[in-house]
C-alpha cells in the first residue's frame, strides 16, 4: 500500500523526516528497555535471577564439583530494618537441593513492606542458579516490631561452566511500604 | 508585498527571514555562553583553594551540572544552527530556508526552555544537582523537586533540536540553485547535513529517556528503579545511546567551518574535498556503536570491552584522516594569519590534543583509573573549547563583515586569540595532570596535593573568561562604528556566500545563481 504523500517534495520529505523522529522516539521508550531486559535475561549481564524453578527433571547430583555460594545482604538508602543471612556461605554439589534462610527484624515503630531484589556474579551463572523457592518473588510486610525467617531454596545446574567455583548471591533490600497498598498485604494477615 | 524587514519588535518575534532567525541564534547562544561561563567561573573560584569556602557543596553541584547544560544544549549546538540559518541559504544559492515559519518557531521555544532551566536555581530544593549526565537514580529517586522543570526543558529543547534538523535537510535537499551537485556544496554545508541526520535519530532517544525518568518519579513505573525491577544501567545505555552521537552534533559543523577558513588563508583549494565528506559520513555512523565506552566500568563482559575499545580506536581513522586534509591544505600554501585562521589553526592542534586523549581513555583497562577523573574533563574541555567554541568564534570573525558589511579590528582579534589560547591550555592543560593524579569530578574540595594545578586552572579559567568580554566588545564596536568591508571581504574567498554585497541584503538569491 503506498500512503498518499504531500505533491510539495518539501513537504513530503518533512513527513518522513518527522516521521522518522517519532520513530526513534518510540524506539527509545518502548522497544530498547524489553530489549536490554531479554539481552540480560540471555546472557545474564545485569546479575538479575530468574523466576520460581520448575525442576522438570530430576537433576542428577554431581559430587565430583563443589561450588561455594556466599550470600550478602544489602539494605537499599535508608531502610532500617535488619537484613542478615543465617549462613554466610555453603558449600553445595551441582544438582542439590539446598535451603538458607534471611532473617528480618522490622525495628521502627510502624509496618512496613519490603522488596528484596537479587542479584547475582560472576554473570556467566546467572542462568545456572535456579530458585525453587524465594521470599524475593513476593513482598515481606512486617508488623511494627516483628521479626521473620525469610527462606530460599535453589538448585546449582550441574552445566554450571567448568570455571565457575564461588557465586555470589547479594540480596538489596527496598522499602516499598509507598508503592503497594499497605492495607491490602498487612490487613490480609 | 513588504520587502523590508518589519519596524520594532515584530521584526524578531515574526521574522521568517533566515538572517533574522540566524542572528537571534546567534545572541541567544552568546548570552548563554556567558551565564553558562559564569557557573563554569563559580565552580573554578571554589577550586582555587582546597577547603570550602564560597558556596555550599549542593550549590557546587548545581553549578556544574547546569554549567554542562547550558554550554552543550544553550550555547554549543543554538551557536551552530545560527550559523546554519544564516550560511546555508546563502552558500547553497537558496532564497531562504525550506520552512521559514518551522525555523522561527523553533528558535522562540528555546528562550523559554532555558528560563525554565534557569529558574529552578531559586527554587525550593534548588536546580539540578546531578551532573549534565543525570544518571538514575540520582535523578529520579534523590532529585529536588525542579527535576520535573528540568526534564519538560530538555523536551522543549529536543523539539526546538528536531524541527531546526529537518529544516536544514529540507533545505539542503531540496533548496540548491541549479548544479549545485551534492558533491560541490560546500563542506559546512555537508557537515551540517550528516550532523542533522544524527540530530533527527538521537534527541528522540534523549526525549525518551527524560519521559521515562518522568514516568519513574511520577507515574509509579520502574524503569530505572531496581525495587521494581528496573535497572538503572539501563539508563546509563540509553542516555550514552544518544550522548556519544550527541558529541559528534557538537563537532562536525566545526569541520565544516574549518574546512571553509584553512583554504581562504591558505590561498589553495582544500586538500582531498571527497575524503572529507566520506570521512563525516563515517564519524557518524561510528557515532552509534561506541557509547558504552562511557560506561566501562559497570561490569561489562570482556567482549563487550575489547567491541566498544576498538570501535571506539577505529573513529580516529576518519578523524586522522580530517587533520590530515588540513594540514596538506596549509602545506605550501601562501598562509597569512588574519584572526580566523588563527583560531582554524588553534582548532587544528588542541583538537588533536583533545583527540588523543581521547584514544588514551577509550583504552579500556586503562580507562578503569582515568573513570570519573579530572582527565576526562580535560579531554572532553579540550574537544569542545578549542574544537566547537573556537570554531564558533572563527566563523564569526570569518563571516561577520558578511553579515554586517563592517570589518573587526584584527589587533583586538588576535588579542582576543591569544589571550583565550592561553587562557585555556592554562585551564585545561593541567587538569590533565591532576586527573592522572587521582583527583576525581564533581566534587567541591579536594585533597592538598591537587592545590597547585587548580589554582592554575582557576586563574586560566578567569583570564579565558575575560577574553571572551573582550569578544562581546569587539562584536559590539564592529557592528556600530567598524570600517566598511567588501563584498569578498578575504582576497581569496571561494563560495557563494561572497557573491553579494557586504552587508548581505535582507533577500538574497531570489533569482538562482549560476553554479559551474
Known sequence: MKLPMPSNPIHALCLKLGA???????????????????????????????????????????????????????????????????????????????????????????????????????????????????????????????????????????????????????YTIFDVTDRYAADQLLGAR | MAHGPAKGISRWLFTTNHKDIGSMYLWFSFAMFLVGGLFALVVRAELFEPGMQIVDPNFFNQMTTMHGLIMVFGAIMPAFVGLANWMLPMMIGAPDMALPRMNNWSFWILPFAFFMLLSTLFMEGGGPNFGWTFYAPLSTTFAPPSVTFFIFSVHIMGISSIMGAINII???????????????????VWTWLITAYLLIAVMPVLAGVVTMMLMDIHFGTSFFDAAGGGDPVLFQHIFWFFGHPEVYIMILPAFGIVSAIIPTF??????????????????????????????????????????????????????????????????????????????????????????????????????????????????????????????????????????SGRMYSEILGKTHF???????????????????????????????????????????????????????????????????????????????????????????????????
Not at chain 2, 283 to 300: C, E, K, R
Not at chain 2, 466 to 482: E, S
Open chain 1, 20 to 170: 522518522w523522529a517519532v520513530g526513534m522516539f518510540v524506539f527509545a521508550l518502548w522497544i530498547m528497555p524489553p530489549m536490554y531486559d531479554v539481552f540480560c535475561e540471555i546472557t545474564g549481564l545485569n546479575g538479575k535471577t530468574g523466576g520460581r524453578y520448575e525442576a522438570s527433571e530430576i537433576q542428577q547430583i554431581d559430587t565430583s564439583r563443589t561450588i561455594n555460594v556466599q550470600f550478602v545482604a544489602i539494605n537499599n538508602d535508608k531502610m532500617p530494618w535488619q537484613f542478615v543471612p543465617q549462613t554466610r556461605s555453603v558449600r553445595v554439589h551441582p544438582g542439590e537441593q539446598v535451603q538458607i534462610d534471611y532473617r528480618v527484624h522490622n525495628p521502627t515503630g510502624k509496618d512496613m513492606i519490603a522488596q528484596a531484589i537479587p542479584s547475582l556474579v560472576p554473570y556467566n551463572a546467572v542462568n545456572y542458579f535456579h530458585k525453587t523457592e524465594c521470599f524475593c518473588f513476593e513482598q515481606q510486610p512486617l508488623k511494627a516490631g516483628e521479626s521473620a525467617n525469610m527462606p530460599l531454596l535453589f538448585i546449582v545446574d550441574q552445566d554450571i561452566p567448568q570455571g565457575v567455583h564461588t557465586i555470589t548471591l547479594s
Open chain 2, 418 to 516: 591569544w589571550v583565550a589560547f592561553v587562557g585555556l591550555n592554562l585551564t585545561f592543560f593541567p587538569m590533565h595532570f591532576a586527573g592522572l593524579a587521582g583527583m576525581p569530578r564533581r566534587i567541591p574540595d579536594y585533597h592538598m596535593m591537587f592545590a597547585n594545578w587548580n589554582m592554575i586552572s582557576s586563574v586560566g579559567a578567569f583570564l579565558f573568561a575575560g577574553a571572551q568580554l573582550l569578544f562581546l566588545y569587539i562584536i559590539v564596536t564592529t557592528i556600530i562604528k567598524g570600517r566598511k568591508a567588501t563584498d569578498r571581504v578575504w582576497e581569496n574567498s571561494e563560495g557563494l556566500e561572497w557573491t553579494v554585497p557586504s552587508p548581505a541584503p535582507y533577500h538574497t538569491f531570489s533569482t538562482p545563481p549560476e553554479v559551474k
Open chain 2, 266 to 403: 591558505a590561498r589553495k583549494p582544500l586538500f582531498g574535498y571527497s575524503s572529507m565528506v566520506y570521512a563525516t559520513a563515517s564519524i557518524a555512523f561510528l557515532s552509534f556503536i561506541v557509547w558504552a565506552h562511557h560506561m566501562f566500568t559497570v561490569g561489562m563482559p570482556i567482549a563487550g570491552e575489547l567491541f566498544f575499545m576498538y570501535a571506539t580506536m577505529l573513529i580516529a581513522v576518519p578523524t586522522g584522516v580530517k587533520v590530515f586534509n588540513w594540514v596538506a591544505t596549509m602545506f605550501k600554501g601562501a598562509m597569512t594569519f588574519e584572526t580566523p585562521m588563527l583560531f582554524a589553526i588553534g582548532f587544528v592542534v588542541l583538537f588533536t590534543i583533545g583527540g588523543l586523549s581521547g584514544l588514551m581513555l577509550a583504552i579500556a583497562p586503562a580507562d578503569f583509573q582515568y573513570h570519573d577523573t579530572y582527565f576526562v574533563v580535560a579531554h572532553f574541555h579540550y574537544v569542545l573549547v578549542p574544537g566547537a567554541l573556537f570554531s564558533i568564534i572563527a566563523a564569526v570573525y570569518y563571516w561577520l563583515p558578511k553579515w
Open chain 2, 170 to 188: 529540507a533545505t539542503i535537499l531540496n533548496m540548491r540553485a541549479p548544479g549545485m551537485t551534492l558533491m560541490k556544496m560546500p563542506l559546512f
